[in-house]
């Protein structure tokens, strides 16, 4: 054989660094966030000599995290971090942990310190597997160049399939360095990690008989239907059965919210519909739910006449906080195509008669409408902008949110339309995941108009991250919803801690001094920056910011420090005691 056609044959030789990026090209992977550092050096040596891939340098490791988690849950794609050992790696935790709350698939990768360092208390050395462990799907320690292409592949597989989640990989620096033969495709063997995709022809039928002979059955549906791509199916299913559906948090944007079947979202500030359907229902149809404490409110007394249908890709839900009358593990959306066909076959086409059903949900829809008051202050209402930010932006716009009372109005007064529109941090509750998360959508979808609607406590956790927008010209919108204060944690202290409002104002907006000036911030960092306090000012700044798209824009809305969120079920009591507001008695349910 000729020398040359052997040499053909060969495996390419690379360095452990030129094998991350090999494989994270092979993956498809087109956009990462990260920061250097000393222990992932090698890795951007390599980078900025050879690589297609788009790298965007962050300004802290968490918006990082936080940006690949927006890039993921926009797209439905892998987002990836990168940071180097020690404080670099532990400060991608806080979006680890809230990746493996939201089920977003996320591979951080990070430098590990000198394999022969290791154990040593070395410089900047962190045993970050072992502190990502309770965190993630799956950590990987690499120690050699040979590994890389197989633990990486593995660790995408792992994030991207069954319950989507985290996956680490840390990788020293001496295997980022020596060379090896870069094989591909690698061999992917991972023991145990066979998730179940297609259900049990039995428990679907089950479900389909339960169904069928419901009077007030309710679809709660939750954030796995968007994981799974399943809103088309989930749309169908609903049509044919006639049941009501509420989206938790993290579903909205699942089903429409045009659509007459739909009752908004359920728990603790819920509207009160979807609570009180819940509550008062003899079927729950659970599909991609876990029974988050912020939806069932006091667990023993949640739905207590209802059967339950569990459908989820994780057994590990299944029954962990309210028995499954009928367990279903699988993707939801393979479940949802099978059970409309077993429904149809079992009805024989003609849905059951919901009517007494429906009339007492429409009745609670007439009764108790979302809405607000006016501020008594003369300050600006925070549900007004919000609401008008949806109007004005339309439903083909990216909406993400922080963590607080703007979440919350958020979720309530804009209307959802597709999924993937609308991303926040539902399980963690993360506080500063707004702006880096809208960064790394705006990535994922560079054609969708992009809205970081924050608060001002958030904003001043992660705004940094607007000098990464300003420099990589991604022009996101962000309305900081500006009461001055951390508007949740004033709340409960307003409600239940006879006003002792502990450390909770922050001075942002309100008075003489506003400690940051945030128009001058944005600025500062190349935004336009934008300051409304009038209600005859808010449409034109939403307009201004539509039209501006050569630079992020930042619209600093001052707000009544007042306003609340209503509906509201306060924590550890049943769903029945929903109070619809303040001065008014609890929509009490009739059973």
Same mark, same amino acid.
């Given at each position: 054989?000729?020398?040359?056609?052997?040499?053909?044959?060969?495996?390419?030789?690379?360095?452990?660094?030129?094998?991350?990026?090999?494989?994270?090209?092979?993956?498809?992977?087109?956009?990462?966030?990260?920061?250097?550092?000393?222990?992932?050096?090698?890795?951007?040596?390599?980078?900025?000599?050879?690589?297609?891939?788009?790298?965007?340098?962050?300004?802290?490791?968490?918006?990082?995290?936080?940006?690949?988690?927006?890039?993921?849950?926009?797209?439905?794609?892998?987002?990836?971090?990168?940071?180097?050992?020690?404080?670099?790696?532990?400060?991608?935790?806080?979006?680890?942990?809230?990746?493996?709350?939201?089920?977003?698939?996320?591979?951080?990768?990070?430098?590990? +310190?000198?394999? #022969? &360092? $290791?154990?040593?208390? =070395? %410089?900047?050395?962190? /045993?970050?597997?072992?502190?990502? !462990? @309770?965190?993630?799907?799956?950590?990987?320690?690499?120690?050699?160049?040979?590994?890389?292409?197989?633990?990486?592949?593995?660790?995408?597989?792992?994030?991207?399939?069954?319950?989507?989640?985290?996956?680490?990989?840390?990788?020293?620096?001496?295997?980022?360095?020596?060379?090896?033969?870069?094989?591909?495709?690698?061999?992917?063997?991972?023991?145990?990690?066979?998730?179940?995709?297609?259900?049990?022809?039995?428990?679907?039928?089950?479900?389909?008989?339960?169904?069928?002979?419901?009077?007030?059955?309710?679809?709660?549906?939750?954030?796995?239907?968007?994981?799974?791509?399943?809103?088309?199916?989930?749309?169908?299913?609903?049509?044919?059965?006639?049941?009501? +559906?509420?989206? #938790? &948090? $993290?579903?909205?944007? =699942? %089903?429409?919210?045009? /659509?007459?079947?739909?009752?908004? !979202? @359920?728990?603790?500030?819920?509207?009160?519909?979807?609570?009180?359907?819940?509550?008062?229902?003899?079927?729950?149809?659970?599909?991609?739910?876990?029974?988050?404490?912020?939806?069932?409110?006091?667990?023993?007394?949640?739905?207590?006449?209802?059967?339950?249908?569990?459908?989820?890709?994780?057994?590990?839900?299944?029954?962990?906080?309210?028995?499954?009358?009928?367990?279903?593990?699988?993707?939801?959306?393979?479940?949802?195509?099978?059970?409309?066909?077993?429904?149809?076959?079992?009805?024989?086409?003609?849905?059951?008669?919901?009517?007494?059903?429906?009339?007492?949900?429409?009745?609670?829809?007439?009764?108790?409408?979302?809405?607000?008051?006016?501020?008594?202050?003369?300050?600006?209402?925070?549900?007004?902008?919000?609401?008008?930010?949806?109007?004005?932006?339309?439903?083909?716009?990216?909406?993400?949110?922080?963590?607080?009372?703007?979440?919350?109005?958020?979720?309530?007064?804009?209307?959802?339309?597709?999924?993937?529109?609308?991303?926040?941090?539902?399980?963690?509750?993360?506080?500063?995941?707004?702006?880096?998360?809208?960064?790394?959508?705006?990535?994922?979808?560079?054609?969708?108009?992009?809205?970081?609607?924050?608060?001002?406590?958030?904003?001043?956790?992660?705004?940094?991250?607007?000098?990464?927008?300003?420099?990589?010209?991604?022009?996101?919108?962000?309305?900081?919803?500006?009461?001055?204060?951390?508007?949740?944690?004033?709340?409960?202290?307003?409600?239940?801690?006879?006003?002792?409002?502990?450390?909770?104002?922050?001075?942002?907006?309100?008075?003489?001094?506003?400690?940051?000036?945030?128009?001058?911030?944005?600025?500062?960092?190349?935004?336009?920056?934008?300051?409304?306090?009038?209600?005859?000012?808010?449409?034109?700044?939403?307009?201004?910011?539509?039209?501006?798209?050569?630079?992020?824009?930042?619209?600093?809305?001052?707000?009544?420090?007042?306003?609340?969120?209503?509906?509201?079920?306060?924590?550890?009591?049943?769903?029945?005691?929903?109070?619809?507001?303040?001065?008014?008695?609890?929509?009490?349910?009739?059973?």
């Amino acid at each position: 054989m000729p020398a040359s056609a052997a040499s053909a044959d060969a495996p390419e030789i690379l360095t452990g660094s030129g094998a991350i990026l090999r494989t994270l090209e092979k993956l498809g992977v087109t956009d990462i966030f990260g920061i250097p550092g000393g222990s992932i050096i090698p890795f951007y040596d390599e980078l900025m000599q050879q690589s297609a891939i788009r790298h965007i340098l962050v300004r802290h490791e968490q918006g990082a995290g936080h940006a690949a988690e927006g890039y993921a849950a926009a797209s439905g794609r892998v987002g990836v971090a990168i940071a180097t050992s020690g404080p670099g790696a532990t400060n991608l935790v806080t979006a680890i942990a809230d990746a493996y709350m939201d089920s977003v698939p996320l591979l951080a990768i990070t430098g590990q +310190v000198f394999s #022969t &360092l $290791m154990g040593t208390d =070395a %410089f900047q050395e962190a /045993d970050i597997v072992g502190i990502t !462990m @309770p965190i993630t799907k799956h950590s990987f320690l690499v120690k050699t160049p040979e590994e890389i292409p197989a633990a990486i592949a593995s660790a995408y597989h792992i994030a991207s399939t069954g319950r989507p989640g985290p996956v680490l990989v840390d990788i020293t620096k001496d295997a980022q360095q020596n060379t090896a033969p870069f094989l591909w495709p690698p061999k992917i063997d991972l023991p145990g990690y066979r998730p179940v995709t297609k259900a049990h022809g039995k428990q679907i039928q089950a479900a389909a008989q339960l169904l069928a002979e419901s009077k007030r059955p309710v679809l709660y549906v939750g954030g796995g239907v968007i994981r799974a791509g399943a809103s088309a199916e989930l749309a169908k299913f609903a049509a044919d059965t006639g049941a009501p +559906v509420v989206t #938790t &948090l $993290m579903a909205r944007g =699942a %089903f429409p919210d045009s /659509d007459p079947q739909h009752l908004g !979202m @359920p728990g603790m500030h819920g509207t009160v519909p979807a609570a009180l359907a819940l509550q008062e229902s003899d079927l729950i149809v659970a599909l991609g739910a876990r029974f988050d404490d912020r939806v069932t409110g006091k667990a023993s007394q949640f739905a207590p006449n209802a059967k339950v249908v569990h459908v989820d890709i994780d057994p590990a839900e299944i029954s962990k906080i309210r028995l499954a009358d009928v367990p279903i593990v699988g993707d939801v959306r393979e479940v949802l195509i099978d059970l409309d066909d077993v429904f149809a076959a079992v009805t024989g086409g003609a849905a059951p008669d919901l009517s007494d059903w429906w009339k007492r949900l429409n009745g609670l829809r007439a009764e108790f409408p979302l809405g607000f008051t006016e501020p008594s202050d003369g300050l600006l209402a925070p549900q007004q902008i919000i609401q008008r930010i949806g109007e004005l932006t339309g439903p083909e716009a990216v909406y993400v949110a922080g963590v607080g009372q703007h979440q919350m109005w958020a979720a309530q007064f804009i209307d959802y339309e597709r999924p993937n529109a609308w991303l926040n941090s539902g399980g963690a509750g993360t506080m500063g995941y707004s702006i880096p998360a809208a960064m790394g959508a705006k990535v994922a979808q560079p054609d969708r108009i992009v809205w970081s609607i924050d608060g001002d406590g958030c904003f001043q956790m992660t705004n940094q991250e607007l000098a990464t927008c300003t420099i990589n010209d991604i022009p996101i919108k962000v309305a900081i919803i500006n009461n001055s204060s951390l508007g949740m944690v004033k709340q409960w202290q307003t409600l239940f801690y006879d006003g002792r409002h502990s450390h909770t104002e922050l001075h942002t907006g309100h008075g003489s001094q506003r400690v940051p000036d945030f128009v001058k911030l944005a600025e500062a960092y190349g935004a336009l920056g934008i300051r409304v306090t009038k209600p005859e000012e808010i449409d034109p700044a939403i307009e201004l910011a539509l039209m501006t798209n050569d630079r992020p824009v930042v619209i600093d809305f001052v707000v009544s420090a007042d306003a609340m969120v209503w509906p509201m079920v306060p924590q550890g009591v049943s769903n029945s005691y929903i109070q619809y507001a303040k001065d008014h008695s609890p929509a009490w349910s009739e059973e």
